[in-house]
């Protein structure tokens, strides 16, 4: 594993403090597992929940992956565990825009 890696594992994702955030993503569903990656605010989960969601599709239109159903959110760590994030009105990172605010349909 690169130091990078080792850095992030390591120190932010294995050691994590109250109110951290990360992002989840499986790029497959019913692969077992989801990758995890810190996450600094909500702003750039969207902006990483976005970029993951086109590469995926990058990979498919361009015949890399033959076909693909992904998906992934926001977790924030509270009280000694991972839960998903919402913000203060019960909202999911779905639901939100790039400052935690909903979005209007």
Known sequence: MCHICENIENNLLNNPKEGDLRLWWIPQLGMEGSFHYPIK???EAKHMLDALAMYDLFQY???IKPDFS???GLEVFEDGEWYD???EDSYGIDDV???GNYIEE
């Open 41 to 43: 605010s909500v702003a």
């Open 61 to 63: 239109e361009h015949k």
């Open 70 to 72: 992904n998906c992934g």
């Open 85 to 87: 994030w919402e913000n």
């Open 97 to 99: 825009d790039e400052n």
